[in-house]
């Protein structure tokens, strides 16, 4: 395929970037510090295919600190560590939990997994969608919990984190399929909560949603991949919030949300990015 070693590249610095946040995690540590580590190290190797999502607990994606936030780990905490790298555009996609300093959600993290793993067994071209998302269900129920039907995974193009095909996390009817030489990540999300999520605030994580001459230095600095509020601060400095407001009342740029689990439920997820070939698929992020 087009871009392959780019693609392979980004993966692997994507994998090593969630080591070293796995490895570096602990209790009293802030999140905005974990966010950093992470994220620099990223950069002195690819770009920043997204600000490193740090969701806890019922928080189940799109949260990142801002610049000046002041949460801390606690003991007890199940953080869900989200991150991307990316090549020249091609992007390497992964995650997985950890529960910090106790184990009373050890078989969810299990659950999130083992989902994972049977649909990389099951990815290859021509297979539906639906019928992953199903193993994904399968998978989950078994250990007594349920996937978060309203997050899935997603086809990954070119600065494109979200390409168009979603691959759910249960049996949605759909007859899509997976073609040889798309590039996807797969993601369950297992809850012992309601297994649907709901909007919770501004988690932020910004996207451009119009282009203009007022954001021209966004767009030269993250093209159309989502960035963060702290980020900004090598633009705008002090003036950053201002500018928040101002581009967000004119519709330049939107928020992504917090998305937490309705009934508060606590979330595991896991993820990787696979390429999907004629008999099977590489896991580029392992």
Known sequence: MENYEEYKEAGRIARDALKLGIKNIKE?????????????YIKRKAGLAFPVNISVNSTAAHYTPA??????????????IDVGAHVNGCIGDTARTVEIGTKKYEKLIESAEKALEEAIKMARDGVKVSEIG???????????????KNLQGHSLERYNLHAGLSIPNFDNKSQKKLKAGQVVAIEPFATDGAGIVVDAGIGNIY?????????????????????AERWLYEIYGEKTQSKLIFFIRRGLIVPYYKLVDMQGGIVAQAEHTLLIKEDGCEVLTI
């Open 134 to 148: 199903k193993k994904i269900e399968e998978c989950i129920a078994k250990y007594g919990f349920k996937p978060v």
């Open 67 to 80: 610049k000046h936030d002041e949460l801390v780990f606690e003991k007890g905490d199940v953080v869900k």
């Open 28 to 40: 009293g540590k802030s999140y905005l510090e974990l966010a950093e580590e992470i994220e620099e």
């Open 207 to 227: 996207r451009i949603a119009k282009n203009s001459p007022f954001i021209s230095q966004i767009r030269k600095k993250f093209s159309s991949l989502p960035f």
